[in-house]
């Protein structure tokens, strides 16, 4: 059973660009959570998906953020005009419907803007 | 408001100490998880181990134990005889066991440890 995958494991944009961000859940997890980890902290709660319903985006940055996850394929997490800010790496998890406390943490993807 | 503190930014040792690492949560509710969690130079996260909040009982994995007290409200996690390859970022997080959040993580600022030969 392949664990949670996420791609690109590095990514690397000019300010003002978009940034997509994969997440592709364990199998069976309808549950995915994202988290940022900017440089130097701990993780932070964005975003918390079941299959096409946003549960709870309080952690989000009201702009140029947005999160999906479709009845088929990955979860996407979508930054819009990105700034040197928003460098950071970008932690996916997900979980069994029956366990949430369950979380499996993806490898992350390393996002550097220029 | 959920909050978890972890109050050494940085710890140093030198091969075979012992080194202990705080938690210390904040939370409302009487249900909750609490996890700790490595992450090495590489950068991805190794989950440790996970503990309910109705389960004091205290763990020991090999090298590694944890102990639990909710009168204070503290996780700590001990290294026994540490190696270099315990070099690494260590995370304490709190997780939600009801309503609309639950399984959200909330993180502590982690615990820098270097173990040196």
């Known amino acids: 059973n392949a664990g949670v995958m996420q791609n690109p494991r590095h990514l690397v944009r000019r300010r003002g660009q978009e940034a997509r961000l994969r997440c592709s859940p364990m199998?069976?997890?309808?549950?995915v959570y994202w988290y940022r980890q900017l440089p130097e902290e701990g993780l932070k709660f964005m975003v918390y998906?079941?299959?096409?319903?946003?549960?709870?985006e309080s952690g989000m940055p009201k702009e140029r953020f947005s999160a999906e996850f479709p009845k088929e394929g990955p979860s996407i997490l979508r930054i819009q005009q990105v700034v040197r800010g928003d460098s950071a790496a970008y932690f996916c998890?997900?979980?069994?419907?029956?366990?949430?406390?369950?979380?499996?943490f993806g490898p992350g993807t390393r996002l550097t803007v220029t | 408001a959920q909050k978890v503190t972890q109050a050494q930014t940085e710890i140093s040792v030198v091969e075979k100490e012992d080194v202990t690492l705080d938690c210390v949560y904040e939370?409302?509710?009487?249900?909750?998880?609490l996890f700790w969690y490595k992450q090495p130079p590489s950068g991805e996260l190794v989950f440790l181990i996970r503990?309910?909040?109705?389960?004091?009982q205290n763990e020991i994995s090999g090298r590694y134990s944890w102990n639990f007290q909710k009168s204070t409200s503290s996780f700590n996690f001990t290294i026994t005889a540490s190696q270099v390859v315990d070099s690494a970022v260590y995370f304490c997080?709190?997780?939600?066991?009801?309503?609309?959040?639950?399984?959200?993580?909330?993180f502590g600022q982690g615990t820098i440890l270097t173990v040196h030969p």
């Open positions: 997080a709190l997780g939600n066991a009801g309503g609309t959040s639950y399984g959200k993580l909330t």
């Open positions: 998890a997900s979980s069994p419907p029956a366990t949430l406390s369950e979380q499996y």
């Open positions: 199998k069976g997890h309808s549950h």
């Open positions: 503990r309910n909040s109705f389960d004091e």
């Open positions: 998906l079941q299959k096409e319903n946003i549960i709870d």
């Open positions: 939370t409302r509710d009487t249900t909750y998880y």
